[in-house]
């Protein structure tokens, strides 16, 4: 069997192409995995490390957006796991265009040439960001699209890429959507590795706003596991939201953060609210619940002590991105380092980025 994992040096895919190399999915055990990435700034080889010897590992380095390279890697692939994207919503707020081309045309692009190798199953990774926002309850998988940041539009238009290679093609296309993941080996641009790294720092943290945002956390191994069962077992051409059933306002995660590494609120520090900022997302998990008996199984106690101590134990990973974060040139437009973000940057040296 020969997987594709797009994305597969970045936080979420590394993940999945660790697990899948380990054993720890039977339906995919022995399988080839191919790794298909630009690796961009959150694309990184050393997310690979524990494999990089692996003997059914294969990195391949390119853009999604690469018709021929895109054809080439697809030959004999049987199932694709699509997680290459531009993912950051600040990020997309200082500038979409890079978003669109690789979330829409990237997708399109690997649709297509999914289509013309006959691959078995396509799993398309998205978030349930498209939503756009939700005060009470929680969003079915056929509530419609609300996408309110650059970032989540450009997703959403993706997933509907995905639908109709589907109908149009018949490729055999899942989509999956799921609650904001945490857990090692993330880009310390989100927030709680951003906090997480900041606080062991010394330096302080960025609050949007009132702090009220409301996000469900899910384990990143919760989510990978998620994933292969929709991969072995999802109904093509259905979409499966994917809940870690945690809910917390940002200023909660705070305190929790706070505790985990012994600082107060002094460490804090609020900052403008972010443009068109989602009050609250929340997803219904009960069909992929009741279809294919899936539960997250780390609790987020367990999960978030665990990520604070690999952070803490993992420096050596984690320091040479924000340094070259910080030492990245400006760009002509802004003047301004790319992905930085004018909010929090105005008369703010110290805070670097901001909650999702």
């Known amino acids: 069997m020969r997987v594709l994992v797009t994305g597969g040096a970045g936080f979420i895919g590394s993940n999945y192409v660790r697990q899948v190399l380990s054993g720890a999915y039977p339906s995919v055990a022995g399988a080839e995995v191919v790794v298909l990435d630009s690796l961009t700034y959150a694309g990184n080889e050393a997310n690979l ?32 796991v699509h997680f290459a994207a531009e993912s950051h919503v600040d990020r997309s707020i200082a500038g979409s265009a890079e978003f669109v081309s690789t979330n829409v045309v990237g997708t399109q692009t690997l649709l297509q040439a999914a289509a013309d190798a006959g691959v078995g199953k396509f799993v398309h990774v998205s978030t349930d960001e498209v939503y756009g926002s939700i005060a009470h309850g929680s969003w079915p998988e056929d509530h419609p699209l609300e996408p309110n940041s650059p970032y989540a539009a450009s997703k959403a238009s993706s997933d509907l890429m995905a639908r109709s290679f589907f109908r149009t093609h018949g490729v055999p296309v899942c989509i999956t959507r799921c609650s904001n993941n945490y857990g090692p080996y993330q880009f310390p641009e989100k927030v709680i590795p951003l906090f997480v790294t900041n606080l062991l720092d010394g330096e302080r943290v960025p609050l949007y706003g009132d702090g009220l945002n409301v996000r469900d956390w899910l384990h990143v191994d919760d989510h990978c596991r998620a994933l292969q069962l929709v991969a072995d077992a999802g109904r093509p051409g259905e979409i499966y939201n994917i809940g870690g059933g945690t809910e917390l306002t940002n200023t909660e995660l705070t305190q929790r953060l706070l505790d985990a590494v012994g600082a107060g609120w002094d460490m804090v520090e609020p900052v403008t609210d972010r443009k068109g900022h989602d009050r609250r997302y929340s997803v219904d998990a009960s069909k992929i619940r009741d279809e294919l008996d899936y539960r997250p199984a780390v609790p987020f106690e367990t999960g978030l002590a665990e990520t604070v101590r690999w952070y803490a134990e993992n420096r050596h990973w984690w320091e040479p991105l924000k340094q070259r974060r910080e030492q990245a040139p400006a760009t002509p437009a802004s003047g301004r380092p790319p992905g930085s973000v004018p909010e929090l940057v105005r008369d703010r040296p110290r805070s670097r980025g901001a909650a999702r």
């Open 49 to 80: 490390e524990p494999m990089a010897d692996h003997e059914r590992l294969t990195l391949v380095k390119g853009d999604i957006r690469d018709a021929d390279l895109v054809e080439r890697t697809m030959a004999g692939v049987d199932l694709v």
